[in-house]
């Protein structure tokens, strides 16, 4: 009876170590904190965070252990007038492993700003999918955040390995977009709250009018990432391609959030590849990317020269 129940117990935690998605670390950094507050309620809040996304089950799909997706959150907190309510920022990191290589490939790096959101320590990581808002606006807030980049990671990992592949991940995220807390200290989920935002960010993935920019995320990974080690030179025209693709749709909808976001954490790969290309090749890249990622235009003109 009891060797049974091992067994069963045994088969239950191998099924469950397989079956979540994330490998995620959240680092909470309360250092802007000022000593007047319980220094262990970061570290329980930490923990509890890092529980929230590794442990519960976000999609249909099981994932090995050596599958699942390497992401980091740090959280830095800021304090508010009100007890135990803090303002924060939120840096998302997501990589993709590329086929026949130990390399991983930035395919997340962003910061959310202005999060505000109640935490007690102890307080349970309650979400619900139909029931996002919750019965503390300012307590739910915390975890609908976190979901939503949860989904956001799964969602960019899948497209890039399958056309439209992210879309079941990307309805979820805008799911919670539309149902969303709401209330003093919350914003970020409206459309009104700014032109890069958590709303704007699922828009641009969902928008049928912006389809193109899944073209390139597919591209890019799968077509041109993946072929690298067996056929670099044609892998490198397929990424040269990705960047008139790019130039296309930034070209057909100025100013959207997706591809500012699309460069975010790629500038030292990107130099990496295109500085082993024919001159001409190089050429049309560094001219794409001084155009398309301003933040590092300086760095491509002189790094791909």
Not at 21 to 32: G, H, I, Q, W
Request: hydrophobic share 40%; proline share 3%; glycine share 4%.
């Amino acid at each position: 009876m009891h060797k049974c129940l091992l067994i069963l117990l045994f088969s239950l935690a191998i099924k469950n170590a397989k079956a979540q998605e994330l490998k995620a670390r959240v680092t909470v950094n309360a250092t802007r904190i000022g000593n007047n507050v319980n220094r262990n309620v970061f570290l329980t809040l930490q923990t509890a965070l890092n529980n929230f996304l590794n442990n519960k089950k976000w999609g249909p799909d099981n994932f090995q252990p050596n599958e699942k997706i390497e992401c980091n959150f740090v959280l830095t907190l800021e304090a508010t007038d009100e007890v135990n309510v803090y303002s924060s920022q939120l840096i998302i990191q997501a990589a993709r492993p590329i086929f026949n290589s130990s390399y991983n490939s930035p395919i997340i790096n962003f910061q959310d700003e202005g999060i505000g959101f109640k935490y007690v320590e102890f307080q349970i990581m309650e979400f619900n999918d139909n029931r996002i808002a919750g019965s503390d606006a300012l307590a739910s807030n915390l975890t609908a955040t976190f979901a939503y980049y949860a989904y956001m990671v799964l969602g960019f990992d899948y497209a890039s390995f399958s056309p439209r592949g992210g879309d079941l991940f990307f309805q979820k995220a805008q799911n919670i977009v539309n149902n969303a807390p709401e209330g003093r200290g919350i914003s970020g989920w409206r459309l009104f709250d700014g032109q890069r935002n958590r709303y704007w960010l699922v828009e641009n993935m969902l928008n049928s009018r912006y389809s193109l920019i899944h073209d390139v995320y597919y591209n890019y990974y799968r077509l041109g990432m993946d072929k690298l080690y067996e056929n670099e030179n044609a892998a490198r025209a397929e990424l040269l391609n990705v960047l008139n693709l790019l130039n296309t749709f930034a070209t057909e909808n100025p100013n959207k959030m997706i591809s500012q976001f699309f460069f975010q954490g790629k500038s030292t790969e990107l130099i990496k590849i295109f500085s082993k290309a024919l001159p001409p090749d190089k050429a049309r890249a560094s001219e794409l990317l001084q155009k398309l990622d301003l933040t590092n235009a300086a760095k491509y003109q002189a790094e791909l020269k």
